[in-house]
C-alpha cells in the first residue's frame, strides 16, 4: 500500500456525479507511469491488503451505525408524516394496514439496533468477530432501506419531488447495501461462520 502524492506525473483524477450522497467527494484516480519510491509505502511491502482486512470488520460496524441512524432518521419523518397526512377521512398511518407495516419496520430497527450495540461493546472488548461485522452491516442496510422504501411509498407522489425530504434519503440510501461491501459479500463472511464454504 502507497500514499501517493496526487501532483506526481502520471497521476490524474476527475470528480464523479453520483445519484446520491451528492455532499461527498467521490472521483475516480488513474495512475500511469507512476514512480514512487520507499518513502511512499504505507506498512510493509506487500501486506496492504492484510492491513485493510485486518480494518473492515470496524469499517463495517462503522456503516452499521451510520445506517442506523439514517434510517432512525427516516423512520421519525415517514411516521410525521403518516400521522399528519389525512386520507379516506382519517390520517394514512391510522390505517390497519400502514400501521402494521410501520410497527413491522420499527421491531425490526429495534432488534438490529441491538445487534450493533451488542457488536459495539463487542469491538470495546476486542472480541468482534468479522461474521458479527457482516451480520451487523448486512442487517442495518437492508433495515434502512425497508423502511427508505416503505416511507416512499406512503409518502406517495410528492416523494418523487427531488426536493422531497424523504426522496433525498431514499437516494442516498440505495448505497448502503454496496459500501463497506455488498450484501453478496456480507453474505459469504456469515456463510462461512456457519463453515460452509460456498
Known amino acids: 500500500m502507497f500514499a501517493v502524492d496526487t501532483s506526481l506525473q502520471g497521476v490524474s483524477?476527475?470528480?464523479?456525479?453520483?445519484?446520491?450522497h451528492s455532499d461527498c467527494d467521490t472521483g475516480e484516480l488513474a495512475f500511469h507511469e507512476v514512480i514512487l519510491d520507499n518513502s511512499s509505502l504505507l506498512g510493509v511491502l506487500d501486506e496492504g491488503l492484510f492491513h485493510l482486512l485486518e480494518r473492515?470488520?470496524?469499517?463495517?460496524?462503522?456503516?452499521?451505525?451510520?445506517n442506523l441512524a439514517q434510517a432512525r432518521d427516516a423512520l421519525e419523518l415517514t411516521l410525521q408524516f403518516a400521522k399528519s397526512r389525512e386520507a379516506?377521512?382519517?390520517?394514512?398511518g391510522s390505517l390497519q394496514h400502514?400501521?402494521?407495516?410501520?410497527?413491522e419496520v420499527d421491531a425490526q430497527l429495534a432488534a438490529v439496533e441491538?445487534?450493533?450495540?451488542?457488536?459495539?461493546?463487542?469491538?470495546?472488548?476486542?472480541?468482534?468477530?468479522?461474521?458479527?461485522?457482516?451480520?451487523?452491516?448486512?442487517?442495518?442496510a437492508r433495515v434502512e432501506n425497508a423502511i427508505l422504501d416503505?416511507?416512499?411509498?406512503l409518502h406517495g407522489g410528492s416523494a418523487f419531488l427531488a426536493d422531497a425530504?424523504?426522496?433525498?434519503?431514499?437516494?442516498d440510501g440505495?448505497?448502503?447495501?454496496?459500501?463497506?461491501?455488498?450484501?453478496?459479500?456480507?453474505?459469504?463472511?456469515?456463510?462461512?461462520d456457519l463453515g460452509l464454504h460456498p
Open 13 to 20: 483524477r476527475h470528480a464523479l456525479v453520483t445519484a446520491g
Open 150 to 153: 416503505l416511507g416512499y411509498q
Open 98 to 103: 400502514n400501521a402494521f407495516r410501520l410497527a
Open 56 to 66: 473492515l470488520p470496524q469499517e463495517r460496524l462503522t456503516s452499521s451505525v451510520a
Open 114 to 140: 441491538a445487534l450493533v450495540d451488542r457488536c459495539i461493546d463487542d469491538l470495546d472488548a476486542n472480541v468482534m468477530s468479522s461474521a458479527d461485522g457482516a451480520r451487523a452491516k448486512l442487517l442495518s
Open 88 to 92: 379516506f377521512g382519517s390520517t394514512i
Open 174 to 192: 440505495r448505497i448502503t447495501r454496496v459500501w463497506a461491501g455488498a450484501d453478496e459479500v456480507m453474505l459469504h463472511l456469515i456463510a462461512q
Open 165 to 171: 425530504p424523504i426522496h433525498r434519503r431514499w437516494v
